[in-house]
């Protein structure tokens, strides 16, 4: 089983920037894909952005495209999400997730159900 926490929300401004972090333990985090999802209020949760095993292959969600980075550190067993030029509309809980054990499970995936192991979230809350 391997257990995630986020890490670095909070409320900031628009324009401003933060970084996320998840902290993995218990299990096999290194040969997996990471995923960040989002949910914001009174919508369904989103795919936000995802990494490959190595950080070799990244994927994003076109409305984050550009502007946030994923990135993963295995030897720390942290994968984090440097968000910039933040917006009203990027407030949202903000998840991880590893992937399961299934398929090509070392890439990145887009679809939640491609993940077995989620984090409880972490608050960004982004004020005009």
């Known amino acids: 089983q391997v257990q995630l926490v986020e890490f670095g929300g909070g409320l900031v401004q628009a324009g401003d920037s933060l970084t996320l972090s998840c902290e993995a333990s218990g299990g096999m985090f290194a040969d997996f894909g990471v995923g960040w999802f989002r949910q914001g209020p009174g919508k369904d949760r989103e795919f936000v952005a995802a990494v490959s095993w190595n950080g070799g292959a990244t994927d994003y969600a076109d409305s984050v495209r550009g502007r946030f980075t994923i990135s993963r550190d295995n030897a720390k067993s942290t994968v984090y999400l440097q968000m910039n030029s933040l917006k009203n509309e990027d407030t949202a809980v903000y998840f991880c997730?590893?992937?399961?054990?299934?398929?090509?499970?070392?890439?990145?995936?887009?679809?939640?159900?491609?993940?077995?192991?989620w984090g409880q979230g972490t608050q960004v809350t982004v004020s005009s």
């Open positions: 997730a590893v992937r399961s054990g299934t398929g090509t499970f070392w890439e990145p995936a887009t679809r939640s159900d491609r993940y077995a192991y």
